[in-house]
């Protein structure tokens, strides 16, 4: 079984900086595009920013130029570095993984989020 579990979210003042994790685990050979979604409290989830395997990404305009997305392939790991942040930040932020070669193909896996709450 595939699991994704993010890690690294909290409080923070504005201005300042969070990295969020996501880690896997179960048998994986694969995944097309790691990525990291949004739910504010009383919004839809909105994309952040996503990755494929070759390295292209994609950013929403909110966010450009203040975060940044990486992923480890060997360890299907994948990262947000978030600068820069505002209380307009503050959601529960989702790890994303679609693609995901296993013992099964599996279209599309989430993790369970990890709250980020930018507020001094």
């Known amino acids: 079984q595939v699991q994704l579990v993010e890690s690294g979210g909290g409080l923070v003042q504005p201005g300042g900086s969070l990295r969020l994790s996501c880690a896997t685990s179960?048998?994986?050979?694969?995944?097309?595009?790691m990525g990291w979604y949004r739910q504010a409290p009383g919004k839809q989830r909105e994309l952040v920013a996503t990755v494929t395997s070759d390295g292209a990404t994609t950013y929403a305009d909110s966010v450009k130029g203040r975060f940044s997305i990486s992923r480890d392939n060997a360890k299907n790991t994948v990262s947000l570095q978030m600068n820069s942040l505002a209380p307009e930040d503050t959601a529960t932020y989702y790890c994303?993984?679609?693609?995901?070669?296993?013992?099964?193909?599996?279209?599309?896996?989430w993790g369970q989020g990890t709250l980020v709450t930018v507020s001094s």
């Open positions: 994303n993984a679609r693609g995901v070669r296993s013992t099964l193909w599996l279209s599309e896996v």
């Open positions: 179960g048998r994986i050979f694969g995944i097309g595009t």
